[in-house]
């Protein structure tokens, strides 16, 4: 189950807790007695994520809520850049074996494997997808199970060796190219420092979950320099709630995360983008012309991911199946390389073209091409037993198809660059696969440097995306998860 998968049982915790609070209220009022006075516990609409919130406690001599508030105040200082530094530290990890793997490291001039010679490709991939396939099947039938955000976030334990060796191993495929994300590895490894940190200074169960969230949203944040996108991970994705000791909490702890991985991976923009981007009335509507379609795109996206993660290979299946998926990615890459890791590199492709290009169908081809086998061969390893996260693929997926609209937008409105047009698909895309349209809307204008003004084409363009893909999800048939290798033997048994 993806992070974002929880939001709907959690929502209805909000609900639960919202009736709870009123109730109080109005017997508040009729009985004459302060309402929220006597002794309160987690249960009293205080209890699972997204339960709104609330206030800061207090007892007669404010003891409790000085106490609180110097708890949450070291988490979102310390804690904050006890993750920044991690999130600085797994870049530094990445960018090694960029090095060691394919001679090359990842920047926003050199975001791919172009130019690597295509022997190196493949034996990049084939002994990544054989070591990570040897070192899951163990982790997984050794080790204690290593739950995901969203589970933790509900009190599952991470415990902290089969966490980091799990989060190594993501930041291991993706610099030797395997096609998945980056970005789960430093939210699950703030999660856990974040859940680590609750417990040892006994926060309630309500402080945990918030403390679990934020800490996995500053991870986020640090390793893409998106503070704003880390608090809404946390605010929109795992707690839905927008009550400011929430917000305070994530923002502050995202805030100090991305300073201080600053210091590794520096301050540049993660994307660059050519000159000319800017806001237009004519961009304002290619944005609502075309959301449905990216709309339609992300749900099918989100799906897809949902039955590869429902169908993720167990047992002895990951030691021939990422081994395949990795030499299926190795033989696509030697013709497209930028399909390599985390989808960087597709991504800068699609805000690279132009009506300059020779051959504008050409281009055309190459955009649809790199879009269909990206999220093909994402799924696929994901399908093959690999972790890792679906945020980037969906940019890249997006910014492709996008761009190959734009092609032709901007013949109409000179205005318009392709690459306007592909910040709008990505950002879309984004937003339905992940149902969360401000995260995604924050991200790409913190990840491009944007200026504020192209907020609105991007934030119209997420929300209708995100409610096409609403309504297509609830249209489609549901993904079920297929019974675990223990339950199959369990059953030939009885």
């Known amino acids: 189950m993806t992070d974002s998968d929880a939001r709907n049982t959690i929502h209805g915790g909000a609900n639960d807790a919202s009736r709870t609070e009123r109730e109080g209220v109005r017997t ?42 110097a708890k949450l105040v070291v988490f979102t200082v310390a804690i904050g850049a006890v993750i920044g530094l991690s999130a600085g ?75 980091v060796v ?28 974040g859940q680590k940190f609750g417990r040892r200074v006994r926060l309630d169960e309500h402080d945990m979950r918030l403390v679990v969230a934020a800490a996995a949203g500053a991870g986020f944040a640090g390793v893409y320099d998106s ?31 991305a300073f201080t ?6 301050r540049d923009a993660f994307y660059v983008l050519p000159a000319g981007v800017s806001f237009t009335p004519s961009l304002v ?27 993720h290979a167990r047992g002895s299946a990951i030691l021939w ?36 290009s020779e051959s504008v169908g050409a281009l055309v081809a190459v955009l649809l091409a790199l879009a269909a086998l990206k999220s093909a061969l994402t799924l696929l390893t994901i399908r093959a037993g690999a972790s890792g996260g679906v945020i980037t693929p969906a940019i890249a997926i997006g910014a492709c198809l996008a761009a190959a609209l734009g092609l032709g937008w901007s013949c109409l409105f000179p205005a318009d660059t392709v690459a306007s047009c592909a910040l709008m698909g990505a950002a879309a895309v984004l937003a339905s696969s992940q149902q969360a349209p401000l995260m995604a809307t924050c991200l790409i204008m913190e990840l491009c440097h944007l200026p504020a003004d192209l907020a609105l084409p991007i934030g119209l363009c997420s929300v209708i995306a995100t409610l096409v893909a609403r309504w297509l999800m609830s249209r489609l ?11 199959m033997a369990s059953r030939k048994h009885q």
Request: net charge neutral; proline share 7%.
């Open 28 to 69: 508040a009022a009729v009985s004459g007695t302060p309402a929220g006075a006597g002794p309160k516990t987690v249960g009293d609409g205080e209890g699972p994520t997204g339960s709104g919130g609330r206030a800061f406690r207090s007892d007669s001599t404010g003891h409790a809520t000085v106490h609180r508030v």
């Open 477 to 487: 048939p549901a993904v079920t998860e297929l019974p675990t290798v223990v339950e």
């Open 321 to 356: 199946m990422l081994p395949c998926a990795a030499l299926l990615t190795a033989t696509v890459a030697v013709a497209f390389p930028q399909v390599c890791g985390n989808g960087r590199a597709t991504a800068q492709l699609a805000f690279s073209a132009s009506q300059t």
């Open 227 to 257: 503070p704003f996108a880390g608090m809404f991970f946390a605010v929109e994705m795992l707690l839905v709630s927008a009550h400011w000791d929430v917000v305070a909490v994530s923002l502050g702890a995202s805030c100090v995360s």
């Open 89 to 163: 530290l797994l870049f530094l990890a990445l960018e090694g074996v960029q090095i060691l793997s394919m001679g090359h490291s990842e920047d926003p001039s050199h975001p791919g494997p172009d130019g690597v010679p295509a022997w190196r490709i493949v034996a990049s991939l084939a002994a990544a997808g054989i070591i990570a396939a040897v070192a899951w099947y163990f982790l997984r039938g050794r080790c204690r199970h290593v739950p995901s955000v969203a589970k933790a976030v509900r009190g599952d334990d991470m415990p902290p060796v089969p966490t």
């Open 261 to 266: 991985a600053g210091f590794f991976r520096g």
């Open 285 to 311: 509507v290619f944005a609502a012309v075309s959301a449905p379609l990216w709309g339609i795109v992300g749900g099918l996206f989100r799906r897809g991911n949902q039955w590869a993660s429902a169908r």
């Open 166 to 193: 799990h989060v190594l191993l993501q930041i291991f495929i993706v610099g030797a190219g395997v096609s998945v994300g980056r970005e789960t590895a430093p939210r699950e490894l703030g999660a856990m420092v």
